[in-house]
């Protein structure tokens, strides 16, 4: 198995390596890769020192899977180049996601759809997968007919730079716009401008949980509107989620389903305060689901609370999933 990394030096990149670590992955040659700004950088992974080597240098030595984590342009341009040389790529950029030629992959609900056709392989946004992995089994048990969406997202989802800005503005430093991964400050602030705005007034993270939710679960009626909101918390996303079902339910059924899934932890126990919260998602890879109850103003409505960690499940822990499944298979 030779498995290569790219975009190794990133925030996204280095828990990659500790998701591949932790979870066992078997690689026989490991390939770090990056910008050529980062080539000949060392690295440790397992204990072993490597050198980032170039996009070039990585598609000649052929590797079996390559999980790109780059961003956008960096994956348009050199992921169908992996690919020609007969590697998966498995990317965690928007580049591919609705591509409908390309999967749009979360283990638990359609790797079985995978073949030996799928070259490249979209990871979904980190908000969708958290929460299109706890609606899977609703859907198919009671039917979606609209859901509302409120995401609490970690800076964490904006790279290094928001890192930066959090860290610089928490230790007392003033807002620098010149520096800034926002256009304004994000300690002890919440600024409801996630990704770039569009022509209709949402922003392109609030338009991805609708168009991502719905080719991932297979249904284009599905009514769905998101509000993406960033928060000054280190690690972790947390979503309010009001599903209006097509068919009765029961909260004992809800929550049967959801502890019967796998990657879903329940913390639904409001007599002892217990409920999902990003401090505690923080390096878990599992979705964290509670605050479980009926939206008592409309018929089979259901409000959930959805926490899960953006760099693990969200990011790293699923290309890894996807990477497991195609190595099992």
């Given at each position: ?11 996204v ?8 670590t ?5 690689i ?6 990056a ?5 000949g950088?060392?690295?440790t ?11 070039e240098?990585a598609?000649?030595m052929?590797p079996?899977?390559a999980i790109f984590?780059?961003?956008?342009n960096t ?8 690919a020609e040389?007969g590697?998966v ?12 030629d390309?999967?749009?992959?979360v ?16 990871n ?6 958290q929460?299109?992995a706890?609606?899977a089994?609703l ?6 007919e609209?859901l509302?969406i ?21 230790e007392?430093?003033a807002y620098?716009p010149e520096?800034a ?7 002890e602030n919440?600024?409801?401008h ?5 022509d ?7 338009m991805k ?5 719905r080719?991932i679960?297979g249904?284009?009626?599905i009514?769905i509107?998101?509000t993406a ?10 979503e309010?989620?009001?599903v209006q079902f ?5 909260i004992?059924e809800?929550i049967?389903?959801l502890?019967?899934?796998s990657?879903?932890v ?8 217990e ?8 390096h ?5 689901v ?10 089979n ?7 899960s ?5 969200g ?15």
């Open positions: 198995m030779k498995l290569a990394v790219v975009g190794v030096t990133g925030l990149g280095g828990v990659m390596m500790e998701v591949l932790e979870r066992g992955f078997h026989d040659e490991f390939i770090p890769v910008s050529a700004r980062s080539v950088k060392k690295i992974f397992q204990e072993k020192e490597y050198s980032v080597v170039s996009m240098s598609i000649e052929a079996d899977i984590s780059a961003g956008g994956s348009l341009e050199w992921a169908p180049k992996f040389v590697t790529v498995i990317d965690n950029s928007s580049a591919w996601r609705m591509d409908p390309k999967s749009l992959c283990p638990e609900i359609n790797a079985k759809d995978l073949s030996s056709e799928d070259k490249i392989i979209a979904p946004n980190c908000s969708t997968i929460m299109v706890t609606l089994p859907h198919k048990a009671f039917g979606i609209r509302v409120s995401t609490y997202q970690s800076f964490t989802g904006t790279g290094v730079n928001a890192v930066n800005q959090y860290k610089s503005e928490k007392g430093n620098n520096t991964a926002y256009h304004h400050p994000i300690f919440c600024i409801p996630c990704d770039i705005f569009l209709n007034g949402y922003t392109k993270e609030e949980l609708v168009h991502e939710t080719k679960l249904d284009q009626s009514k509107t998101a909101v960033r928060v000054p918390v280190d690690g972790g996303h947390s309010s989620v009001n097509k068919n009765n339910f029961s004992d809800v049967t389903l502890n019967d899934t990657g879903i329940v913390q639904n126990d409001i007599n002892n305060n409920y999902p919260m990003p401090i505690y998602a923080k878990k890879n599992e979705v964290f509670g605050r479980i109850r009926r939206d008592e103003s409309v018929e409505g259901l409000n959930l609370w959805i926490v960690d953006n760099l693990r499940k990011a790293a822990t699923n290309a890894v999933q996807i990477a497991e499944y195609l190595v099992n298979k």
